[in-house]
């Protein structure tokens, strides 16, 4: 059973600074890291997908991996009181399903 | 807007009720999920079909039935539900069931089991 860990928060930042999500995770199989965003009574959406080891960026955002210690982080650069949501962390791989985390919530203070 | 319509968006039963959840996607997807979503649990995955036919079904209660006619629109059959049944509850699609692949979900039916 693949378990997805993240910290629930509240996670509070300033407006401005930099937020780090963080996640880790139990199966050394999956191959597929995803972040997805939800506001307060929305779906999630994508935020931002990986797969190799290493960092990706996409504008503000930042996903970074590390298979080795198991671990998938997301930092937000530049927080917005518009990136106040909760951030889910996802993972599948194969003909695995994708498990999801219980979600971080930030809170960007302004 | 997403390109995962579902419909209701709220809905309110009784135990005893029957109702059905409708969700359509106009991705050209092939894959299709049911997920529940309530407060301080992950995504719990319901059932997955892909290309129509069923490939998971996560123990879920014989009181919730899917229905999944062909790759565009999926149902989601509901009768005697429990109060903790109350949920929201988010279809979703991707190009395969692959766990590669990401998943774009509806904007979700918030149901209220009374």
């Known amino acids: 059973q693949k378990e997805v860990e993240q910290n629930s928060g509240p996670l509070s930042v300033p407006e401005g600074a930099i937020a780090s999500l963080n996640c880790t995770y139990s199966?050394?199989?999956?191959?597929?890291f995803f972040w997805y965003r939800q506001y307060s009574g929305k779906s999630p959406e994508l935020i931002m997908s990986i797969y190799s080891n290493g960092d990706k960026e996409d504008g503000r955002f930042t996903a970074q991996l590390n298979k080795a210690s198991q671990y998938v982080s997301l930092l937000i650069r530049d927080s917005q009181p518009s990136d106040s949501a909760t951030y889910l962390c996802a993972l599948g791989g194969g003909y695995q399903k994708v498990t999801f985390g219980i979600g971080t919530k930030l809170q960007v203070i302004p | 807007e997403t390109g995962v319509t579902q419909t209701p968006r709220h809905l309110v039963m009784g135990m005893t009720n029957k109702k059905s959840l409708k969700c359509e996607q106009h991705l050209g997807h092939n894959a299709m999920y049911w997920y529940k979503q309530s407060a301080k649990k992950p995504l719990e995955l319901m059932f997955v079909y892909n290309f129509k036919e069923q490939t998971e079904n996560n123990s879920v209660p014989s009181r919730f039935s899917p229905e999944c006619p062909n790759s565009s629109h999926l149902f989601l059959h509901l009768h005697t539900l429990q109060p903790e049944d109350s949920a929201l509850y988010l279809c979703?699609?991707?190009?395969?069931?692959?766990?590669?692949?990401?998943?774009?979900f509806g904007p979700g039916t918030r149901l209220t089991v009374l």
């Open positions: 199966d050394r199989g999956s191959q597929s």
């Open positions: 979703a699609s991707s190009a395969s069931s692959l766990g590669t692949d990401t998943q774009y």
